[in-house]
């Protein structure tokens, strides 16, 4: 089965800065886009970075110069390099990934993917 498992996450101050990362595994053909995603305490789940196969990146405009996505694509990976962390960005954050993966009869199917999260907490 594809998994994706993330790791990274923890208590930082203001200012401060994190590396998310979020490794796929199972028997993956193709790893489209990945992405992550955050969710704070009454709010709805929101987009924060995406990054295609070929490293087009797209980020939230409360993000944009401060978080850097990236991936290794030999690794099933992404990563979100956090910095200059703000209160606001405090909320649990998920990976999600979409693409191609072979079933067992080798018949490959199309799949999406979310990681159970990882919790970023920035506070003095």
């Known amino acids: 089965q594809v998994q994706l498992v993330e790791s990274g996450g923890g208590l930082v101050q203001p200012g401060g800065s994190l590396r998310l990362s979020c490794a796929a595994s199972?028997?993956?053909?193709?790893?489209?886009?990945m992405g992550w995603y955050r969710q704070a305490p009454g709010k709805q789940r929101e987009l924060v970075a995406v990054?295609?196969?070929?490293?087009?990146?797209n980020y939230a405009d409360s993000v944009k110069g401060r978080f850097t996505i990236s991936r290794d694509n030999a690794k099933n990976t992404v990563y979100l390099q956090m910095n200059s962390l703000k209160p606001e960005d405090t909320a649990v954050y998920y990976c999600?990934?979409?693409?191609?993966?072979?079933?067992?009869?080798?018949?490959?199917?199309?799949?999406?993917?979310w990681g159970q999260g990882t919790q970023v907490t920035v506070s003095s």
């Open positions: 999600n990934a979409g693409g191609v993966a072979r079933r067992p009869s080798s018949i490959p199917y199309a799949f999406e993917h």
């Open positions: 199972g028997s993956i053909l193709s790893v489209n886009s």
């Open positions: 990054i295609t196969s070929g490293s087009s990146t």
